[in-house]
């Protein structure tokens, strides 16, 4: 009788004489990064692409998650040159709205997928924004400089911190101030504001033509060959946190087991 086994050396163990129909599967859980705001056009599809992006480019194999209804994600995607690192995309807006399902969109990427990026839409709260903070590893939260956005976000960060999934299993968190105009009182206030968390401030991204034609390409900052330095120096931090806080939850998901 034939053994049934797997083309897939790595997530098939050997034979086992005594068993010899047996078959272990060891498969690593992907690290899910949530981009998440309640207040519309603070720019997390902006993020979420370009750190969808970097992954891709560092060997991992990547999927990107859209649940706004607007699909600003899959659009990207959609433009994206199939010369470039390749990004799995599911567009979870079409037929698993997060009211009804936050898990599906674990059926629907490759089954070694490494990263997963989240895009959520706007107005996020409730069980909603908790059942999502259940499925994520870590969350990033990009804020404008704005009086009606940092009023937003003190709301927002205030609900995270709030919801029962955050409370039961605490998580790394991040803010991101997006849109940048430096030297202004409005991004004075908005430092000020950040600093002034509990949680990181990370990085400042300038207001930038650079991001909208990046956009219109299926692009990010990772994807230039001649790329801007100032770009560059904005997101190393950024890079520099997520490589961190994922070595860190790996060395914490192998002490466990």
Same mark, same amino acid.
């Given at each position: 009788?034939?053994?049934? *086994? ?15 129909? #047996?078959?272990?599967?060891?498969? +690593? ?6 981009? #998440? ?18 992954? #891709?480019?560092?060997?991992?194999? +990547? ?38 399902? *936050? ?11 490494? =990263?997963?990026?989240?895009? +959520? ?29 940092? =009023?937003?976000? *003190? ?25 940048? =105009? ?20 990370? *990085? ?8 909208? =034609? #990046? ?43």
């Amino acid at each position: 009788m034939s053994d049934d *086994t797997s083309n897939n050396n790595s997530d098939t163990a050997k034979p086992n004489p005594f068993r010899p129909h #047996a078959r272990v599967i060891g498969m +690593t859980a992907p690290v899910r990064v949530m981009i #998440a705001n309640a207040k519309g056009g603070c720019g997390k599809t902006t993020l979420a692409t370009n750190v969808a992006s970097h992954f #891709a480019h560092g060997g991992e194999l +990547t999927a990107l998650i859209d649940y706004d209804p607007q699909g600003s994600s899959m659009d990207w995607l959609a433009a994206r040159d199939v010369h470039l690192p390749t990004i799995t995309g599911v567009a979870a807006y079409q037929k698993h709205a997060p009211q009804t399902s *936050t898990k599906s969109w674990a059926l629907r990427v490759p089954a070694n997928t490494s =990263r997963v990026v989240i895009d +959520t839409p706007a107005g996020l709260s409730g069980n909603v924004l908790s059942d999502l903070i259940q499925q994520s590893d870590t969350i990033l939260i990009p804020v404008i400089p704005s009086a009606i956005d940092i =009023r937003a976000a *003190t709301g927002f960060i205030r609900d995270v911190l709030l919801s029962r999934s955050y409370r039961m299993n605490p998580k790394p968190i991040a803010v991101i101030a997006n849109r940048v =105009r430096k030297n202004t009182l409005i991004y004075a206030k908005l430092e000020k504001f950040l600093n002034s968390l509990q949680i990181p401030f990370i *990085t400042a991204l300038r207001d930038t033509q650079f991001y909208v =034609r #990046a956009s219109e390409h299926g692009l990010g900052i990772v994807d230039f060959d001649q790329k801007d330095k100032k770009d560059v120096a904005e997101w190393q931090p950024l890079v520099d946190w997520l490589d961190q806080t994922i070595g860190e939850l790996r060395q914490s998901q192998q002490a466990s087991r």
